[in-house]
């Protein structure tokens, strides 16, 4: 068996343990044919990977499909996305932007040295920091010099704001403001800036040396790295409140053993937060709900292999959905992708016409906000209410009715198969359907499957018919259904004889 399949196979198994957590699952059949450097995903659905020797891949659809896009790039060791249309890519001492959403790509004219971080506050202020990079038969004598570098007109130009001579390179570097900054330097110490770059203060003798920084909000940041301890290496994740200035520990490996270390982190929001990290050649998550005080074990079935295994890289644009560029050996390199299915629902679309439903509130959304990740994808060709209102992307019409009403049903065509995924709090299964008389489309409620007759018991009285996309009813007066069992995700077309509320069973 391949792994591709003894990965998802391994998910399926393990699936049933994910009680509260969600399910991973590899994003499609594309295999990258490189490790993964970076992944940015700047909302549930639309992100990009970086890989080296091959440049970018981008998906609009939750990773249902990929496209290559970008410029021809050798090394991308950073990509970041501060919305929809602005982003950048760095390759070596080349930084690259784009302000149509990677369309088109233009260099900027980028002065430092090798680029190994990115952070960017805004779609015009940025910095980029950078280390020497040392080739050749080992004539350069250290040391040699780091830079960090700014931009102001959304990395167009660039100016060099510290050439360290003193350190082989600055290999991270996170903003709060356009004032406060922090980059990682010479072992356990970090350069600090409350001027936006103009002068850099170096604080010394932290708890641990910096692999990554994150900012979370006002002056607190997230860093992981490793310390000394009785010769062997323990890995850290600390945090500060003061910009950088003191550090608190607040997990380390010492539990697990030597050979754990932990390289990445991705922040939802305040709050939430994870860590990916290695452990015995086997990946491992961990997971904060409190803005990094305390930290508790991730699982992550599917991507977990026996024989050993690195997430090389995360993302996580919302509290229900994450992305993690996955390695094993020489043959399995793939993006999994992680739903919180407690907060989702999940509407599988054939080629063509689909009577699709939710089950959760979409809050004020408008239709075309909802299903926005269609549109960019070019999969929605038309949408349609029980009143014949529609909405055409390509024409650029929509009379559609907002927001999204979570009782009713709607009609969606799309050019293949394809999913899309709906978040939002769960619509308790007692909520009341107001139904009028004659035909309408409805929404089903319930994350069980129920057979018809069950499901719509409160309506047998005033019914006349249900029916599904598929054209299959059921006529309760003459006790025939040839439909199946009703499910999530799907919409049902009724015709009622009177005005009645439908109300759907408990299930268990």
């Known amino acids: 068996m391949d792994m591709p399949k003894l990965s998802f196979l391994l998910l399926i198994l393990l699936v049933s343990n994910l ?13 990258v044919e490189r490790n993964p450097t970076s992944i940015h995903f700047i909302d549930p659905y639309e992100g990009w990977v970086s890989l080296p020797y091959e440049g970018l891949v981008n998906t609009q659809d939750e990773g249902q499909s990929w496209n290559r896009s970008g410029p021809d790039l050798v090394v991308t060791p950073q990509i970041e996305f501060f919305d929809l249309d602005t982003g950048w890519v760095a390759e070596s001492s080349s930084l690259y932007y784009t302000v149509d959403g990677g369309v088109n790509w233009e260099e900027g004219d980028y002065v430092g040295r090798y680029i190994m971080d990115l952070c960017f506050i805004n779609g015009q202020t940025g910095w980029a920091c950078g280390v020497t990079m040392l080739f050749g038969n080992g004539e350069i004598e250290l040391p040699t010099p780091g830079s960090i570098s700014v931009t102001h007109d959304g990395g167009r130009t660039w100016e060099i704001q510290l050439l360290e001579q003193d350190a082989p390179g600055m290999g991270k570097i996170c903003f709060a403001d356009e004032d ?3 980059a990682s330097y010479v072992g356990n110490s970090l350069l600090i800036t409350e001027n936006g770059g103009e002068d850099w203060e170096v604080v ?3 708890p641990f040396s910096f692999y990554t920084l994150e900012h979370i909000r006002d002056g607190i940041f997230i860093g992981t790295g490793q310390v000394m301890v009785d010769g062997n290496w323990i890995r850290i994740i600390g945090r500060t409140t003061d910009f950088g200035i003191e550090w608190d520990t607040v997990w380390n490996s010492e539990d697990m053993g030597e050979g754990a270390r932990v390289s990445k982190i991705s922040f939802v929001n ?3 937060g994870f860590v990916s990290g290695t452990f015995e050649e086997n990946p491992f998550m961990l997971r904060t709900e409190d803005g990094g005080l305390n930290w508790e074990d991730f699982p992550i079935p599917g991507v977990l292999e026996e024989g050993g295994g690195e997430i090389r890289c995360i993302s996580f644009p919302t509290p229900w959905r994450g992305y993690a560029g996955v390695t094993q050996g020489r043959n399995f390199r793939r993006v999994f992708v992680w739903t919180d299915t407690e907060q989702i629902v999940r509407l599988n679309m054939d080629e063509g016409w689909n009577m699709v439903s939710i089950n959760v509130d979409p809050g004020e959304r408008a239709i075309d906000e909802v299903v926005q990740s ?3 994808s070019e999969a929605l060709t038309l949408m349609k209410d029980h009143n014949g209102n529609f909405y055409s992307p390509a024409r650029e019409f929509n009379d559609i009715p907002t927001p999204w009403a979570a009782s009713q049903g709607y009609m969606v065509r799309v050019d293949r198969e394809v999913h899309l995924t709906v978040a939002g709090n769960r619509i308790e299964l007692d909520t009341p359907i107001e139904l009028n008389e004659g035909w309408q489309m409805v929404a089903y409620y319930p994350r069980e499957g129920l057979e018809v007759p069950e499901a719509l018991e409160s309506i047998q009285d005033d019914i006349i018919t249900a029916k599904d996309d598929n054209g299959r ?6 006790n025939f259904n040839n439909m199946p069992a009703m499910v999530e995700g799907r919409g049902y077309l009724l015709k009622m004889e009177n005005e009645a509320e439908l109300v759907y069973p408990w299930g268990e």
Do not use: C, M, T
Request: zero cysteines; proline letters at 6%; aromatic letters at 20%.
């Open 204 to 206: 010394e003798d932290l």
């Open 19 to 31: 009680f509260g957590q969600g399910v991973w699952e590899p994003a499609s059949d594309y295999d």
């Open 374 to 376: 269609l549109v960019r």
């Open 270 to 272: 305040d709050d939430v």
């Open 473 to 478: 009813f059921y006529l309760p007066e003459f």
């Open 180 to 182: 406060h900054g922090i």
